[in-house]
């Protein structure tokens, strides 16, 4: 079956099923990837595919009714993010089950600048995968939205504070990518990271301590300091 724009969900579905793999999904398994209703395809093979299909955004509706992993993971690569609607984005949030997917459609629902209204919302949700949203969104925001004021940015770090005690891995590990994306998007938002991440790391609660101390050692880092044109300022801080 050769896919194109015009190829209904039912026909990119039957298409997906036809590369299944089993050794991709023992190896998904391996990285916490939920494969209980997945196909074992790479996301190299659904962009590729995404380039064929190209966007439809009622076809992404109905590619993520199917529950698949690769057909939701294909729907968030082609709705259309003027289209999507806040009820919409938040069905998809309750659906999601897997690291993942929450990764991909937190992207999405950037896309779409749903940043400002679900972000709080999902960040007061207590269930794992939904707060997960919340913070991919914010690592996802500092890298892509690049013409946003960075206090739009800064503003978040006071969420990422509040929530970093949540020791479940998959919010803790999402909380600690926020606060890196912040400071590593420039240096005027790498100070306000930095302090954040130097009090985590300082903190009684060993989840806080952690997300701080992983971000501090790569905001610390030469690489990164040399980027943002702070490379002067490590090497004064050796020399002390």
């Given amino acids: 079956m050769t896919l194109s724009p015009t190829s209904s969900a039912g026909e990119v579905i039957g298409h997906l099923r036809t590369l299944r793999s089993q050794e991709s999904l023992a190896a998904m398994s391996r990285f916490g990837i939920v494969t209980e209703t997945a196909l074992g395809l790479s996301n190299v093979e659904l962009h590729r595919i995404t380039r064929l299909v190209k966007v439809d955004h009622t076809r992404a509706l109905e590619l993520w009714q199917s529950d698949i992993r690769e057909a939701r993971i294909l729907a968030a690569f082609t709705a259309e993010p003027k289209t999507m609607t806040l009820d919409e984005a938040r069905h998809w949030a309750e659906d999601c089950n897997s690291w993942e997917v929450v990764d991909t459609v937190a992207d999405l629902f950037v896309t779409a600048r749903f940043e400002q209204v679900l972000i709080p919302e999902f960040a007061a949700d207590t269930r794992e995968f939904i707060r997960r949203i919340a913070f991919a969104m914010i690592a996802t925001a500092a890298v892509h939205l690049k013409k946003e004021p960075d206090a739009s940015l800064l503003a978040w ?61 790569e905001l610390s880092s030469d690489k990164v300091l040399a980027r943002l044109g702070l490379i002067v300022a490590s090497t004064e801080r050796a020399k002390a």
Avoid: M, Y
């Fill in 157 to 217: 770090l006071r969420l990422i504070e509040r929530h970093a005690k949540d020791e479940r891995n998959f919010v803790k590990k999402a909380v600690n990518w926020a606060l890196r994306q912040i400071g590593k998007r420039n240096a005027a938002c790498h100070a306000p990271a930095l302090a954040l991440a130097e009090k985590l790391a300082g903190s009684a609660d060993r989840t806080a301590r952690w997300i701080g101390k992983d971000a501090l050692r």
